[in-house]
Nanobody, 120 residues
Framework: QVQLVEFGGGLVQVGGSLRLSCAAS????????MGWYRQAPGKQRELVAT???????NYADTVKGRFTVSTDNAKNTVNLQMNSLRPEDTTVYYC??????????????WGQGTQVTVSS
């Protein structure tokens, strides 16, 4: 079993910065893709940013140029540096990981979510 534990989040003023971190633990052969999603109340969960094992990254248009996703494969962690935060970035952020187990099967895991609040 794999667990994703998130760190960071909190309250910040408009234009400020926050850094989210997520650590994967458990029986992991290799991380395939790790990233971040967010979900506002009453809305579907949406992609924020992902980083694949080959180094490619993918960002939502709404965060391009403001957020940066990075991974540390040695530590099985993914980070999200969020700059120039806006009130509309306020919501719960979830860490996501697609992990390859020892049986070489890919499984998807989610963190518990961390609240980000941007005050105006």
């Amino acid at each position: 079993q794999v667990q994703l534990v998130e760190f960071g989040g909190g309250l910040v003023q408009v234009g400020g910065s926050l850094r989210l971190s997520c650590a994967a633990s458990g029986i992991i052969f290799r991380l395939n893709t790790m990233g971040w999603y967010r979900q506002a109340p009453g809305k579907q969960r949406e992609l924020v940013a992902t980083s694949a094992s080959g180094g490619s990254t993918n960002y939502a248009d709404t965060v391009k140029g403001r957020f940066t996703v990075s991974t540390d494969n040695a530590k099985n962690t993914v980070n999200l540096q969020m700059n120039s935060l806006r009130p509309e970035d306020t919501t719960v952020y979830y860490c996501n990981g697609i992990v390859i187990g020892l049986d070489l099967r890919r499984n998807e895991y989610w963190g518990q979510g961390t609240q980000v609040t941007v005050s105006s």
